[in-house]
T-cell receptor, first 114, second 118 residues
Framework: DPKIIQKPKYLVAVTGSEKILICEQY?????MYWYRQSAKKPLEFMFS???????DNQTASSRFQPQSSKKNHLDLQITALKPDDSATYFC?????????????FGPGTRLTVL | GDSVTQTEGPVTVSESESLIINCTYS????????LFWYVRYPGEGLQLLLK?????QKGSSRGFEATYNKETTSFHLQKASVQESDSAVYYC???????????????FGQGTSLSVVP
């Protein structure tokens, strides 16, 4: 059974629209993260959450807003979408946030903005 | 800042031949970062392949090995004899410290696509 679920797997959006990427983890972890991988670039850290609190935000734009309704959920809302937002977005989780714990990744959501 | 550089792909290797994927790192936020190799098989998410948290130590998993070399700031991935099932994208990563939040993040290399052919 998948331990980290990301929905949808593929997403196509038009410029200017808003989308929400869903992430749920069933590992009992306390920390969750979002990473992004654009074409021909490394995975890039975006956000980290611990016990549903934002710990770090390394995205430059306020158009990206994580939302944590439950401890095992960390959705990503993206507003005013741009073609440059096209990327695969990965959710991850780890037992805790302190130190460097092993991070487990979901399968990703591939977003294409036209 | 922290960064990771690895062998540029795609890499094609014949089955049963040896493999090395180079990884070098630069760590400015943390003196002794933890080092990781992740793998992404076709259609699947990233999986941790191996990790080493102490300089000078070697990690191994599924026939793959990597040694944390602080002097050369390297963490090369090696396998003596590859199989077709090893075809995947391999990512080297380091654990970096975020001073503003006393937190950590992973910094990834660009990934190396490996194809193992019969």
């Amino acid at each position: 059974d998948p331990k980290i679920i990301q929905k949808p797997k593929y997403l196509v959006a038009v410029t200017g629209s808003e989308k929400i990427l869903i992430c749920e983890q069933y590992l009992g972890h306390n920390a969750m993260y979002w990473y992004r991988q654009s074409a021909k670039k490394p995975l890039e850290f975006m956000f980290s959450y611990s016990y549903q609190k934002l710990m770090d935000n390394q995205t430059a734009s306020s158009r990206f807003q994580p939302q944590s309704s439950k401890k095992n959920h960390l959705d990503l809302q993206i507003t005013a979408l741009k073609p440059d937002d096209s990327a695969t977005y990965f959710c991850a989780s780890s037992q805790d946030a302190g130190g460097v714990y092993e991070q487990y990744f979901g399968p990703g959501t591939r977003l294409t903005v036209l | 800042g922290d960064s990771v550089t690895q062998t540029e792909g795609p890499v094609t290797v014949s089955e049963s031949e040896s493999l090395i994927i180079n990884c070098t790192y630069s760590a400015t936020s943390i003196a002794y970062p933890n080092l990781f190799w992740y793998v992404r098989y076709p259609g699947e998410g990233l999986q941790l392949l191996l990790k080493v948290i102490t300089a000078g130590q070697k990690g191994s998993s599924r026939g793959f090995e990597a040694t944390y070399n602080k002097e050369t700031t390297s963490f090369h991935l090696q396998k003596a004899s590859v199989q077709e099932s090893d075809s995947a994208v391999y990512y080297c990563a380091l654990g970096a410290f975020i001073a503003s939040s006393s937190f950590s993040k992973l910094v990834f290399g660009q990934g190396t696509s490996l194809s193992v052919v019969p």
